[in-house]
């Protein structure tokens, strides 16, 4: 088993007061820290634009094949970390840094209403909550791009994705508390699919 696993981080683009997404930076010191040696770690900004997120998702699945894709998205007004179990397909009405919204107001036409994830993430926040980490388990990702993104990589990928939420406030934005608690939380997914008894 000497096969480097690959692992996909996306973060978004600037959008409304956040000239740069906070989401964006924390892919960026992902990248840095990694995942260990036998994980090659690739990241993806991707714009607040539904057209363009579709596209980057569907050629990160198609060509990178990841274990795992992680999306990361900010949660205006926060201070804790939110874990998304759930990506829903339709109720898209907000229109995007582009001005559109689809017409459908749906991510896939004729898919499922809801997708979660095959991580368990009520188990990986319960671990990370009794060792006193500001992290939350969640089953409404928002209906914006976040939850378009999720859904849509959920789709095509054969529900290996996780979105997290990270926050826009408090002392957890600062990056070398961020980033860390970020890779480790990653890390605890990553090891959840090897042993497929822990798994949703």
Not at 4 to 16: A, I, L
Not at 52 to 76: C, M, N
Request: glycine share 8%; with cysteine.
């Amino acid at each position: 088993m000497n096969r480097r696993e690959v692992v996909v981080v996306t973060g978004f683009g600037p959008f409304r007061q956040f000239l740069v997404n906070p989401s964006w930076k924390a892919a960026q010191g992902l990248k840095l820290v990694g995942f260990g040696e036998r994980t090659d770690i690739f990241i993806r900004e991707v714009p607040v634009s539904y057209v363009k997120t579709q596209q980057i998702i569907a050629e990160i699945w198609q060509t990178l094949h990841p274990k795992l894709a992680v999306h990361l998205g900010v949660a205006r007004g926060s201070s804790v970390v939110f874990l998304e179990q759930t990506g829903k397909n339709s109720g898209y009405r907000d229109k995007d840094v582009c001005g559109f919204c689809p017409e459908s107001q749906c991510c896939v036409e004729g898919g499922p209403e809801k997708l979660d994830s095959v991580i368990n993430m009520r188990a990986v926040a319960k671990e990370f909550k009794q060792a006193g980490t500001d992290v939350i388990y969640s089953r409404d990702a928002g209906r914006y791009l976040c939850d378009f993104a999720y859904y849509f990589s959920l789709y095509h990928g054969q529900r290996r994705a996780a979105l997290i939420h990270v926050p826009s406030s408090g002392s957890l934005t600062a990056g070398d508390r961020l980033v860390p608690l970020l890779q480790s939380l990653i890390l605890t997914m990553l090891d959840q699919l090897e042993d497929p008894s822990e798994t949703a």
